[in-house]
């Protein structure tokens, strides 16, 4: 059997040999075997360092309360890929690829954190000073600001908050939560000044808020909260896949299935007549001149 | 709606022999029915304004009790809370599928990241590596169900029926047995350590029989890998084949992460065009020079045969041509039923 590497890095993660297998110096095995998580594994793998204990009840608690979500983009999205019925995997994957911009943008955030604690530092200022000028600054710009506010737990996320205080008691509160904090505090204060309804914080703005302060860099965060999503929407796969019809449009079930014909419901061009090629030429010159085309250019 | 009513046919749309009139085929959508109106339905999880709910337990509250990600998994796949002991194995596992060095998913995330991605993006890729040979998880648990329950049906004997699998599997990449841990004890040790935390049980029990039966057949020495040693703990613990490919595909994808953000850290991302293949490496068909389109009836040859005779020798032919795919056989199936144990590939 060919053992040739697949692919040669120079990198600083991982060594495989014939033996064990090395991640940032310990054996897998060994660590596996010495009785630590698989919580403590992940600060190894992204800090190449063994956390306190503390550190790993609260990564623990993270990513337990970060698994399951319910019907979120990525769960919609494992559901859409099975109902084809392809291999498992790739319902799992297309759930994690969810995450972007908008659905869990925990490396934004992060960035953003990063981003005017640094300017506090380089200017001057205070955390508490530093947060509201960024909430002055994305609130000025109509620019809805991170961490802020979940389109579905409209009264407030049920994991933010106790991720904030289990941060606090677990005594792990550092720069990041404090100027998390700040934000939430002058955000609320200048939504209230403006008559507007309470937003509350979301699990982008506590969970990367501890995260951060675990040590975890942006993109770990995201990578941590994020993937361990793939969790439960390979279970939502599973169940769709198992118990559920492929392909989700059956006339025969009792319910309307997610894309039945009636789900379409089409606001484009109206119906019209194909061109022949021999009318082809001056219908497109026609219809480029005219520019109504631009409206549905998307 | 526009106004089609003195529409021209259409091309072919016409022809006699359609089945029906196309030209008077109806446009617009289609209305609701008077069924129940579409919702997601679930019995893995919901959530509210307030809440969120997994198999009836409050996720927020199971953190609070001090259950973490691990549990969760139970909670969710197989709606129970683990003893402590299975919360401890899962871990092991866990840990132990956590990183493979430069394997599949990690270059796979690499090439991805050169491309300037979100790092979700390397990290769903890296999950699409698992298939019924790396990784193969689904393929190796349904192949252990499937046999054992001969050993019921047909009144085999455990070791009787492993060598049976071992016989008509020799060459699987899903078997659990390979030449892959001769010197590294992490398998064995898997194994040791479930049995040691009494949560071993018949799948255990059974690629033990099937590690036997390999190593008796085999010629060259063979031993339990990674694939056998931790299919068959998850099985034990209660995960189905499905169940244990997501989630051990799911625990490498963290490590592909990293993966990821050291390529981006050290590396530089790669532009359209910029990779060379040097001709060293090519063995298609020789450098020739492209004929003149006039000229196209001339050099151009047909596809179609007219004989099973003549389709056979081309069919054969085309096997000489790698990439033209004709040496692959697949059966592709739903795999709602049995995931792994139809044939892809060679």
């Not at chain 1, 790993?56 to 979500?69: D, Q, R, S």
Request: with cysteine; charged share 25%.
């Amino acid at each position: 059997m060919n053992r040739e590497p697949l692919f040669r890095r120079k990198t600083a993660i991982s060594y495989k040999t014939e033996e064990k297998t090395v991640m940032r110096g310990y054996d897998l095995s060994e660590m596996a075997e010495e009785g630590y998580s698989f919580s403590d594994a992940l600060f190894v793998l992204f800090q190449s360092r063994i956390p306190t204990q503390n550190e790993e009840k609260m990564l623990k608690y993270e990513m337990g309360a970060f698994l399951e979500h319910s019907m979120s983009p990525s769960a919609a999205g494992a559901i859409g890929v099975i109902n084809g019925r392809p291999n498992l995997p790739a319902a799992v994957a297309a759930s994690v690829m969810t995450f972007g911009g908008v659905h869990g943008p925990g490396a934004a955030h992060g960035y953003m954190m990063n981003k005017y604690i640094e300017r506090a530092r380089v200017e001057g200022k205070s955390l508490d000073e530093m947060a509201k000028i960024l909430v002055d600054e994305y609130m000025d710009a109509q620019k809805p600001v991170m961490g802020m506010g979940q389109p579905q737990h409209r009264d407030s996320d049920p994991r933010a908050e106790p991720i904030h205080i289990k941060q606090e008691e677990l005594g792990l509160n550092g720069v990041y939560l404090e100027f998390q904090r700040a934000v939430e505090k002058y955000f609320h204060a200048r939504r209230k000044k403006e008559g507007k309804s309470h937003v509350g914080v979301n699990v982008v703005g506590a969970g990367n808020a501890a995260l951060c302060d675990l040590g975890f860099a942006p993109n770990a965060a995201w990578c941590l909260g994020s993937v361990c999503r793939g969790y439960s929407c390979a279970a939502h796969a599973l169940y769709h896949m198992k118990k559920g019809r492929a392909w989700g449009a059956s006339k025969n079930e009792p319910m309307v299935q997610m894309i039945d014909l009636s789900m379409i419901k089409y606001i484009g061009p109206e119906d019209r007549e194909v061109p022949s090629q021999e009318e082809r030429q001056e219908y497109a010159r026609k219809q480029k001149e005219e520019g109504e085309y631009k409206k549905w250019v998307i | 709606m526009g106004n089609l009513e003195n529409k021209k046919v259409v091309g072919n749309l016409g022809d006699e022999r359609m089945p029906f009139d196309y030209s008077t085929r109806e446009y617009g959508t289609v209305p609701p029915d008077d069924r129940d109106p579409f919702r997601w339905v679930s019995e893995v999880a919901y959530k509210n304004v307030h809440r969120i709910v997994a198999r009836g337990y409050d996720t927020t509250e199971l953190v609070e009790q001090g259950y973490g990600l691990v549990d969760i998994l139970f909670v969710n796949l197989q709606s129970r809370i683990p003893l402590i002991e299975e919360d401890q194995m899962l871990n092991y596992v866990m840990i132990m599928s956590l990183e493979d060095g430069l394997s599949l998913p990690a270059a796979i995330s690499r090439i991805v990241a050169q491309s300037k991605t979100f790092l979700t993006q390397a990290c769903g890729a890296s999950i699409l590596a698992f298939g019924h040979a790396y990784g193969a998880y689904s393929a190796f648990g349904n192949m252990l169900i499937d046999y054992l329950a001969r050993v019921e049906k047909e009144g085999k004997t455990l070791a009787g029926v492993a060598e049976l699998l071992v016989q008509e599997h020799l060459d699987d990449e899903a078997l659990g047995v390979s030449g892959l841990m001769i010197k590294d004890p992490a398998a064995k040790r898997m194994f040791a350590r479930a049995e040691k935390l009494g949560v071993a049980g018949k799948y255990i029990a059974f690629t033990k029989e099937i590690v036997k039966a390999a190593q008796k057949i085999n010629k060259e020495s063979v031993d339990l890998d990674m694939l056998g040693a931790t299919g068959a703990t998850m099985m034990d613990l209660g995960f189905t084949p499905e169940a244990t490919w997501a989630i051990i595909a799911v625990t490498r994808s963290f490590a592909a992460g990293a993966h990821y953000i050291e390529e981006v850290e050290r590396g530089s991302y790669a532009r359209l065009g910029q990779s060379l293949t040097p001709k060293e490496d090519y063995d298609g068909p020789a450098d020739r020079p492209v004929p003149p389109l006039a000229e196209r009836d001339k050099n151009a040859e047909p596809a179609q045969t007219h004989t099973i005779e003549e389709w056979k020798k081309a069919f054969e032919e085309r096997k000489k041509t790698y990439g033209s795919g004709y040496s692959i056989v697949e059966e592709i199936e739903d795999p709602s039923q049995k995931t792994g144990i139809k044939k892809v590939g060679r």
